[in-house]
């Protein structure tokens, strides 16, 4: 299980123990792909991410691999209304 609970000021980022976090539910494509491509890319993540998403992005699998990040789904669900709809998937960069 993961802590995953969103921050009051509704911030779309946030930092936990184990990861950051991303949550891009609600936004339409290809920007939940492009705001957590950019989190990457920008080198804002030294831990794992976690993206909250409203479905499984398919077609984000491709640029991970590209970057060397490895990726995997899990239980959504946390205790917390903040994660308990769509799908989470944690990342981290090869070798991590």
């Known amino acids: 299980m993961v802590t995953c609970a969103r921050p009051e000021d509704d911030s779309r980022t946030w930092r936990t123990a184990d990861a950051v976090h991303i949550d891009v539910r609600g ?44 990726y995997e789904l899990l239980d959504s669900s946390c205790g917390s209304s903040d994660c308990e709809d769509g799908v989470m ?3 981290v960069r090869w070798g991590s």
């Open 27 to 70: 936004l339409e494509a290809p920007e939940p792909m492009i705001a957590i491509l950019r989190a990457i890319d920008a080198g804002e993540v030294d831990t794992a991410l976690i993206a909250h998403l409203d479905r499984e992005p398919i077609f984000l699998y491709p640029e991970l691999d590209d970057r060397g990040w490895a």
């Open 89 to 91: 998937l944690r990342m």
